[in-house]
T-cell receptor
Framework: AQRVTQPEKLLSVFKGAPVELKCNYSYSGSPELFWYVQYSRQRLQLLLRHISRESIKGFTADLNKGETSFHLKKPFAQEEDSAMYYCALAPITGFQKLVFGTGTRLLVSP | DAGVIQSPRHEVTEMGQEVTLRCKPISGHNSLFWYRQTMMRGLELLIYFNNNVPIDDSGMPEDRFSAKMPNASFSTLKIQPSEPRDSAVYFC????????????FGSGTRLTVV
């Protein structure tokens, strides 16, 4: 079964501090992994996906197949990073069902 | 491209009334998803379509919920009769395989059933 686990409901940091949002997954195969961000009362927006190996707004995420993790990191948090962050996975082949974790609210204080 | 378009943005209705939510996916995307978001349960996948065909509706909570996709550019999610516990934000998303693979979400419909 596909499952995405985000153990932290809330992560509170000060501006300039490093941030790591945790994501673990279970999937029998090689999934595609994503991070989505949702700012207050807005739509979900794709932040990054592991196949692109990109850095968006200073965020990066590394897929660790051994630990089945895809943690989201940023070295220096900004106040505008405050939002809900969702980790998600989808199968690489076949139907494109996207499964989300429960989300982590990041709060960056001045 | 205007992205995934959902209507209405807000809907307030009385318990027992029929509610229809609408979604226009991105042109060329062959998969469409309906999600429900609540504080208690987070994001739940209700149903998804591939090439207009329903693939998995196991997330549809009850028979009161139904979804259709009559063509590649339109989908509806209907609740009949509506109940207060259906109050949530309903998101539609579409996706496609290929070089620009990704899932794009609409702005959502905030449903309040009183």
């Amino acid at each position: 079964a596909q499952r995405v686990t985000q153990p932290e409901k809330l992560l509170s940091v000060f501006k300039g501090a490093p941030v790591e949002l945790k994501c673990n997954y279970s999937y029998s195969g090689s999934p595609e992994l994503f991070w989505y961000v949702q700012y207050s009362r807005q739509r979900l927006q794709l932040l990054l996906r592991h196949i692109s190996r990109e850095s968006i707004k200073g965020f990066t995420a590394d897929l660790n197949k051994g630990e089945t993790s895809f943690h989201l990191k940023k070295p220096f948090a900004q106040e505008e990073d405050s939002a809900m962050y969702y980790c998600a996975l989808a199968p690489i082949t076949g139907f494109q069902k996207l499964v989300f974790g429960t989300g982590t609210r990041l709060l960056v204080s001045p | 491209d205007a992205g995934v378009i959902q209507s209405p943005r807000h809907e307030v209705t009385e318990m027992g009334q029929e509610v229809t939510l609408r979604c226009k996916p991105i042109s060329g995307h062959n998969s469409l998803f309906w999600y429900r978001q609540t504080m208690m349960r987070g994001l739940e996948l209700l149903i998804y379509f591939n090439n207009n065909v329903p693939i998995d509706d196991s997330g549809m909570p009850e028979d009161r919920f139904s979804a259709k996709m009559p063509n590649a550019s339109f989908s509806t999610l209907k609740i009949q009769p509506s109940e207060p516990r259906d109050s949530a934000v309903y998101f539609c998303a579409s996706s496609s395989r290929g070089p620009n693979y990704g899932y794009t979400f609409g702005s959502g419909t905030r449903l309040t059933v009183v």
